[in-house]
């Protein structure tokens, strides 16, 4: 390998936004897709959803918290990361992450905090000395849980839980903003862009709770309510289709087009892109997971309950793995076209380089560990249990 | 709904209404003073770019002393490329205490850095593919100068 050393000629040859930049969407979209998942029953009442409202606002609450470390690791000063908050440059698009995302964070802590408000004072009030401390803090010195109190809480929840829906598409529909206002990149620019980051987004999110949920369960040694698996189940495969749908629109409209730029994407969609693209994110995330679920929704009746569980678990894998090959193919095939739309360059992700696989892989367990604590402090699950004692 | 059964709310708002006051005050703190003096930077910051030293030269200040080698260059085919693009900034060279040795990079690295055959390149820029250029004329890359033994760094298609 010769050097290249100084940038005198446009060499075009470093691909900058690494791996991080891929995880950073993959990270937001968990956090709007459990928010959404919440929110089936928190706003749309829908009760078979009432086992995971609890647990997928913890979901959302934990990946949100970790949402901005790949983003901070890829930045070579990150101390000047606040700066996009203290002096937001309203000229460029990034000036509204600030913005949206403590927006988002304000209205997730409060509805977690309402939603949690009755356990946190019984913790209060049971828990004996230092064990005690954060509840008597999160309490903020009122204990008053009688019916009225809750009533009114139910409301604020209410309206919380729906300026979340909003609140939680605009902080992901904002990163799919980001690659489609890119107008000198053909395989970014389309208006298209946030609206199938947010289907993928509410994909990955029922697709995590599925999994989670059912793990929880077999932790827990508790049975996994059919009722919600059946729904979830729909919901994915609804969602599933209108985001291939939306990936395959996409790219007939290039194709159909057949304009200038459709001479650089139609070799990097058969070539540097013929794995993660067609393999994984066309055959094995979309085609599979829609048959399991078509299978799943369908047949529903005839189906036994470890069969349900079993398959919508196996689909919502492979969605993960979806999505996640979705970012990647924005992401890094946005960068391996090089720049003059001339040519396709090469991406060799380092495993343990500062923005390398390892990273990346360590980022991604982050918010599963804040969320094992997140659950252990305000458990989701024991509500009936703990209230009735 | 009863009255005094929204205390917690209110404590809330109030709480946030602080961290939102306490927001804008950290704010003001670290707004650096020349700030948006000029436009969405720091007003100082322009003054302190112009006191920087200044590096390169130049392109034809290497002319006045080394009037052979420039009209060498300016014949041939690399008349557009800066001498301090191949050696080294001029400040580097000429300081006050006199001539300091000049770096000459002899590798093939050096042409890499702009021949090295790549797809974004535009077609009508000279590039090759170094091992089959060099390989099929017969020649070893193993030597790391070999780019030189043809081609006249200062007049590269020229006679050497």
Request: with cysteine; glycine share 6%; aromatic share 12%.
């Amino acid at each position: 390998m010769l050097p290249y050393l100084q940038y005198t000629f446009p060499n075009d040859i470093h691909i900058h936004w690494s791996i991080m930049i891929v995880m950073y969407p993959y990270i937001t979209g968990l956090v709007a897709g459990a928010f959404i998942v919440s929110s089936f029953y928190h706003v749309f009442q829908k009760k078979e959803y009432q086992p995971i409202g609890r647990f997928a606002l913890l979901t959302s609450l934990a990946f949100l918290l970790c949402a901005t470390l790949p983003l901070l690791n890829h930045l070579g000063h990150p101390e000047r990361a606040l700066n996009i908050m203290i002096t937001p440059n309203f000229s460029s698009a990034m000036a509204g992450f600030g913005i949206l995302y403590t927006s988002y964070l304000v209205v997730l802590i409060l509805e977690i905090w309402l939603v949690f408000r009755k356990d946190i004072v019984h913790f209060a009030t049971t828990y004996k000395g230092i064990r005690a401390l954060p509840y008597r803090i999160l309490t903020l010195g009122v204990y008053d849980v009688s019916d009225e109190a809750i009533k009114t809480d139910h409301k604020v929840i209410t309206i919380l839980a729906t300026i979340g829906i909003p609140s939680a598409c605009l902080l992901h529909g904002y990163v799919g903003f980001l690659f489609g206002a890119v107008k000198a990149n053909p395989w970014w620019s389309t208006p298209l862009m946030p609206i199938i980051f947010l289907f993928s987004a509410v994909v990955s999110g029922i697709a995590l709770l599925i999994i989670l949920y059912q793990l929880m369960a077999i932790f827990r040694g508790t049975e996994v309510s059919q009722d919600c698996v059946r729904g979830l189940a729909r919901w994915l495969w609804y969602f599933q289709i209108q985001t291939v749908t939306l990936e395959l629109l996409e790219i007939i409209t290039l194709s159909y087009e057949r304009n200038e730029a459709w001479e650089i994407i139609a070799p990097l969609l058969t070539t540097k892109l013929a794995f993660s693209f067609i393999s994984v994110q066309m055959v094995l995330g979309s085609l599979i997971p829609f048959i399991l679920l078509m299978v799943t929704v369908l047949l529903d009746k005839y189906l036994h309950p470890k069969v349900r569980n079993s398959l919508t678990f196996f689909a919502s894998i492979l969605l993960l793995i979806q999505v996640f090959a979705m970012r990647w193919n924005v992401v890094i095939g946005g960068q391996i076209m090089s720049k003059s739309l001339r040519g396709l360059r090469d991406f060799h992700p380092e495993f343990l380089a500062k923005e390398g696989i390892l990273p990346a892989m360590l980022i991604f367990a982050l918010p599963f560990v804040l969320l094992y604590f997140l659950v252990k402090v305000l458990p989701p699950f024991e509500k009936e249990r703990q209230l009735a004692s | 709904m009863g009255k005094g059964h929204h205390r917690h709310l209110i404590r809330a708002a109030i709480l946030l209404g602080a961290a939102i006051f306490l927001f804008f005050v950290v704010r003001a703190l670290l707004i650096p003073k020349s700030f948006g003096l000029y436009g969405h930077f720091r007003g100082e910051n322009l003054a302190e770019q112009a006191s920087l030293p200044i590096v390169h030269g130049n392109p034809n200040s290497c002319a006045e002393c080394h009037d052979d080698v420039w009209k060498i260059k300016l014949a041939g085919r690399h008349a557009a490329v800066p001498c301090q693009d191949c050696h080294a900034p001029l400040t580097q060279h000429v300081t006050e205490d006199g001539v300091q040795p000049m770096p000459i990079h002899k590798t093939f690295a050096l042409c890499a850095r702009c021949h090295q055959k790549l797809e974004a390149k535009p077609k009508t820029f000279p590039q090759i593919d170094f091992h089959e250029h060099v390989v099929s004329k017969d020649k070893n890359l193993e030597n790391e100068e070999i780019c030189l033994s043809c081609h006249q760094p200062h007049s590269p298609m020229g006679e050497k």
